[in-house]
């Protein structure tokens, strides 16, 4: 079960790309991949059913995953892999034997537009614009976002994903090496605060990891979904932090409900109710 970029993120690279355009514009990206790829793929599904992201970027070098709906916990299921070499101006799907890729007919100009408006900096080096993400983070309304269904504007200017490597040496060598997805959370007190994602594999899971300059303080795991329950989370803008468990699919109800609270020291501190001292 490769899930989305989540049930939590990846949007990332798309989202990255595009910030150093116009994060306005990270819809508009995404369709233009799909235009770009989904045409062009040997397929009996119906193209309007093939969704697309980048999944990762080594120096120009991308892999776009390809997935539709389905009905299980993640919500989609890859179909193939595609991959861009902008530096070659080519595509190559590699969904059947990735050592004996088939070069896909890409429309040259279409091509030369996409990597102009939505990968440009990324590929020239120029430098990253880090966004934080704005609190209070609702998991619900960024799923939607991840999934395509939340509004644009919203989308584009509360959520900003990032891949891993948007992370500075000394802190990422502090975060857990199967981690994929980035998103920075404003500072609070001292505190940096990072959550950090792994979306693609079998199991998603989400942790907040708290910094002193360059020093891991405190992390608490706030998302998981594993096929059989789902934890989803909420943060609040002085860091309440909200979980809730579900056993199957995100439709179903909630079984368990916790917060805790991130304090002054970098801990997180269990709140056994919603109390005072935990707003």
């Given at each position: ?40 793929i ?119 994903a ?9 802190l ?15 500072s ?43 934890l989803t ?27 805790f ?9 269990v ?9």
């Open positions: 079960m490769r899930s989305s970029s989540i049930l939590f993120a990846l949007v990332a690279l798309i989202s990255v790309a595009c910030e150093a355009t116009d994060r306005s514009d990270i819809s508009a990206c995404q369709a233009d991949l799909a235009g770009l790829i989904v045409p062009n040997k397929t009996e599904m119906n193209n309007k059913d093939i969704s697309v992201e980048l999944a990762e970027n080594d120096s120009g070098v991308y892999k776009v995953r390809m997935f539709v709906a389905s009905d299980n916990p993640g919500k989609q299921v890859s179909i193939g892999w595609v991959v861009l070499d902008t530096n070659k101006g080519i595509a190559y799907d590699i969904t059947k034997d990735d050592e004996h890729p088939e070069k896909l007919n890409i429309d040259a100009n279409k091509y030369k537009n996409f990597s102009e408006k939505c990968l440009g900096r990324v590929n020239n080096g120029g430098a990253q614009v880090i966004v934080d993400t704005k609190l209070p983070f609702v998991f619900d309304k960024y799923y939607q976002c991840v999934v395509g269904s939340g509004k644009k504007d919203e989308c584009g200017d509360r959520f900003h990032y891949p891993d490597n948007a992370v500075g040496g000394e990422r060598g502090q975060i857990d090496p199967s981690m994929d997805t980035i998103l920075f959370m404003p609070i007190y001292d505190l940096k605060v990072i959550l950090a994602g792994r979306a693609e594999a079998d199991v998603n899971i989400y942790y907040l990891y708290v910094f002193r300059d360059v020093k891991l303080i405190s992390k608490e795991m706030v998302g998981k979904m594993d096929g059989e329950s789902i989370f909420d943060i609040s803008k002085n860091y309440l932090i909200t979980t809730y468990e579900r056993k199957g699919a995100m439709s179903s109800k909630i079984s368990n409900v916790n917060h609270k991130l304090s002054e020291n970098g801990d997180f501190v709140c056994q109710k919603l109390n005072p001292e935990c707003k």
